[in-house]
């Protein structure tokens, strides 16, 4: 097996986000609901560019990751291209 040679991302940033001390149903709505809440969260969070850039490394594809929606991300994946 493999395993040894996957890196393990860092991901001691995510103790430290706002979004680990908040509900989950602020950054992963229902669809169609609005993300508003979980964007003023994020713009207050000193961890959103680690977030952000683990959300576009890793091509998460739903919720609100860096203060950013799935369509913007996905956005900044096509222009990146």
Request: aromatic residues 10%; charged residues 30%.
């Amino acid at each position: 097996m493999y395993t040894d040679m996957i890196p393990t991302p860092d991901l001691t940033w995510q103790r430290e986000a706002l979004c680990a001390q908040t509900g989950a149903e602020f950054f992963f709505p229902e669809p169609g609901s609005s993300v508003r809440e979980a964007k003023r969260i994020c713009a207050m969070c000193e961890m959103r560019p680690a977030c952000l850039d683990y959300a576009l490394a890793n091509d998460e594809r739903f919720g609100v990751w860096g203060g950013l929606s799935e369509k913007e991300r996905l956005e900044i994946r096509r222009t990146a291209h």
